[in-house]
């Protein structure tokens, strides 16, 4: 594990820092750190400037340090909606963007020079080193509140997982098309609901964008179905990599494995860490400081920070970071992250922002604009369900394999061949009710509502053709 500065030193720097409202040099602090040295004084402040935990003012022997004062909520939460348009003549072309903050315009301006304009920069331990779980915030109290507001679905008070199961069928496709197009993807919703309902490949498309697509299909069912592997562990963000990558990397043994060599980013001047052992080390440590943060909002957003500025596979680093944000929405009930009609420019630059500035404003605009997007999409969804049926909750893992095991078996939707498959978790006072709900279930069952089973299609077809003779 690479050496990580202790966070209570940092604590206890910034608090030295306070003491002098006026700002403070670097001679003082080395007296009150007593026996630190000046280097490694000189190497935590910069970690605690790229953090915005304390700001340098000042050059030469007038430099000194002071903590900022925190700007109000409301500089750092852009409106959810519209979408703006900048106007021709402005100084980008006309696009669509999300609302963007002081600091994320900065960014922006920033990441829009040329190549040869910015400055090359290598990874910077100390960007992750001065995160600190459940103290440091990349999103402010306030605004995690609103995030908050506006996630909650009707499943709050079921077990873990439930909302998302409910509405996997949106999910799979929404998910599935907007994190895909993020990569330049050119299939449209329409293709993509075909693909994944149907089956039906898009005349004209490339074999890679059909195969991205189902990757994304394959890994959201991987974390919905099962409530266990949706959890913040190197396995399960490994297994997604897995997913993901599956029949798109060059080399085979890359796929579901950290990288073993350097790697470089288009158009960034950015060039991530090239050791592997290193790589190895500090995804490790970023998953477990993911592990430990409270919020579920802050979790998912430290996660699209840095997955990818760690870049620990090979290729598919972004999209492994949007999928695993939906870990924490997905163990908490709340509504997914679904990226639906995000910019893609928007995207491209908020990540060079953290790539190459370690500044996260830009990338915090685009996911706030995300999550409330996503809300507004699923806010039908939710009204249409009402109360979650108590009923079908307790019994949801029994329903599920008697539905599947009867398809495959192509035994017909009758009360007698579903009482043999009763399984014996179910009380005897509930069977009746049990064995209307799985006849209701397979009298309902079609091609595209039957992944909520973990069917295939051909396997529903093939039962509902056996049915109809």
Same mark, same amino acid.
């Given at each position: 594990?690479?050496?990580?500065?202790? /966070?209570?030193?940092?604590?206890?720097?910034?608090?030295?820092?306070?003491?002098?409202?006026?700002?403070?040099?670097?001679? !003082? !602090?080395?007296?009150? *750190?007593?026996?630190?040295?000046?280097?490694?004084?000189?190497?935590?402040?910069?970690?605690?400037?790229?953090?915005?935990?304390?700001?340098?003012?000042?050059? =030469?022997?007038? #430099?000194?340090?002071?903590?900022?004062?925190?700007?109000?909520?409301?500089?750092?939460?852009?409106?959810?909606?519209?979408?703006?348009?900048?106007?021709?003549?402005?100084?980008?072309?006309?696009?669509?963007?999300?609302?963007?903050?002081?600091?994320?315009?900065?960014?922006?301006?920033?990441?829009?020079?040329?190549?040869? !304009?910015?400055?090359?920069?290598?990874?910077?331990?100390?960007?992750?080193?001065?995160?600190?779980?459940?103290?440091? $915030?990349?999103l402010p109290t306030g605004l995690r509140a609103q995030l908050h507001?506006?996630? +909650? %679905?009707?499943?709050?008070?079921?077990?873990?997982?439930?909302?998302?199961?409910?509405?996997?069928?949106?999910?799979?496709?929404?998910?599935?098309?907007?994190?895909?197009?993020? &990569?330049?993807?050119?299939?449209?919703?329409?293709?993509?609901?075909?693909?994944?309902?149907?089956?039906?490949? $898009?005349?004209?498309?490339?074999?890679?964008?059909?195969?991205?697509?189902?990757?994304?299909?394959?890994?959201?069912?991987?974390?919905?179905?099962? /409530?266990?592997?949706? %959890?913040?562990?190197?396995?399960?963000?490994?297994? !997604?990599? #897995? @997913?993901?990558?599956?029949?798109?990397?060059?080399?085979?043994?890359?796929?579901?494995?950290?990288?073993?060599?350097?790697?470089?980013?288009?158009?960034?001047?950015?060039?991530?860490?090239?050791?592997?052992?290193?790589?190895?080390?500090?995804?490790?440590?970023?998953?477990?400081?993911?592990?430990?943060?409270?919020? /579920? @909002?802050? +979790?998912?957003?430290?996660?699209?920070?840095?997955?990818?500025?760690?870049?620990?596979?090979?290729?598919?680093?972004?999209?492994?970071?949007?999928?695993?944000?939906?870990? /924490?929405?997905?163990?908490?009930?709340?509504?997914?992250?679904?990226?639906?009609?995000?910019? +893609?420019?928007?995207?491209?630059?908020?990540?060079?922002?953290?790539?190459?500035?370690?500044?996260?404003?830009?990338?915090?605009?685009?996911?706030?604009? $995300?999550?409330?997007?996503?809300? +507004?999409?699923?806010?039908?969804?939710?009204?249409?369900?009402?109360?979650?049926?108590?009923?079908?909750?307790?019994?949801?893992?029994?329903? =599920? &394999?008697?539905?599947?095991?009867?398809?495959?078996? *192509?035994?017909?939707?009758?009360?007698?061949?579903?009482?043999?498959?009763?399984?014996?978790?179910?009380?005897?006072?509930?069977?009746?009710?049990?064995?209307?709900?799985?006849?209701?279930?397979?009298?309902?069952?079609?091609?595209?509502?039957?992944?909520?089973?973990?069917?295939?299609?051909?396997?529903?077809?093939?039962?509902?053709?056996? *049915?109809?003779?």
């Open positions: 594990m690479p050496k990580l500065t202790p /966070p209570q030193d940092l604590d206890r720097l910034v608090q030295l820092v306070a003491q002098h409202p006026e700002g403070v040099g670097v001679e !003082l !602090l080395t007296a009150a *750190m007593g026996g630190t040295p000046r280097r490694t004084l000189q190497r935590r402040l910069a970690a605690l400037v790229q953090a915005r935990r304390v700001d340098l003012v000042g050059l =030469g022997r007038a #430099a000194c340090y002071v903590v900022p004062s925190a700007p109000p909520v409301s500089s750092l939460t852009p409106a959810f909606l519209p979408l703006p348009v900048h106007e021709p003549g402005a100084d980008y072309p006309t696009e669509a963007y999300v609302p963007t903050s002081p600091e994320g315009e900065a960014i922006k301006t920033y990441v829009r020079q040329p190549r040869h !304009l910015r400055k090359p920069v290598g990874y910077q331990q100390q960007f992750l080193e001065a995160y600190q779980p459940n103290v440091t $915030a990349y507001t506006l996630g +909650q %679905s009707p499943a709050a008070q079921t077990p873990a997982g439930t909302f998302a199961r409910d509405i996997l069928n949106r999910l799979l496709i929404d998910l599935s098309w907007a994190s895909s197009r993020l &990569e330049g993807n050119t299939y449209s919703r329409l293709d993509t609901e075909r693909l994944i309902a149907q089956g039906q490949v $898009a005349d004209g498309k490339d074999a890679l964008e059909t195969q991205m697509i189902l990757n994304h299909k394959e890994a959201i069912e991987y974390l919905v179905h099962d /409530p266990e592997r949706a %959890s913040l562990t190197p396995e399960t963000v490994i297994a !997604l990599h #897995a @997913f993901l990558s599956n029949g798109l990397m060059a080399d085979p043994a890359a796929v579901g494995h950290l990288r073993q060599r350097a790697v470089g980013i288009g158009g960034s001047v950015y060039l991530p860490l090239a050791s592997p052992q290193g790589v190895q080390d500090l995804f490790g440590f970023v998953v477990e400081m993911a592990a430990e943060i409270e919020d /579920p @909002f802050e +979790q998912a957003f430290f996660l699209m920070v840095h997955l990818p500025y760690l870049q620990p596979f090979e290729d598919v680093n972004k999209r492994v970071s949007r999928l695993a944000a939906n870990i /924490p929405f997905i163990r908490h009930n709340l509504c997914p992250l679904s990226f639906i009609d995000v910019p +893609q420019q928007a995207y491209v630059d908020a990540m060079l922002g953290v790539y190459e500035l370690n500044r996260v404003e830009l990338l915090r605009d685009v996911f706030v604009w $995300a999550y409330g997007r996503s809300c +507004q999409q699923y806010v039908a969804v939710q009204q249409n369900m009402g109360k979650p049926d108590v009923f079908r909750v307790r019994y949801r893992r029994a329903l =599920g &394999e008697v539905v599947a095991t009867m398809v495959r078996a *192509m035994e017909p939707a009758t009360d007698e061949d579903v009482r043999r498959r009763i399984p014996a978790e179910v009380a005897q006072a509930d069977r009746a009710g049990f064995t209307a709900l799985v006849l209701l279930e397979l009298r309902a069952l079609h091609v595209g509502n039957a992944v909520r089973f973990g069917l295939r299609p051909l396997e529903v077809e093939g039962w509902l053709e056996k *049915m109809k003779r």
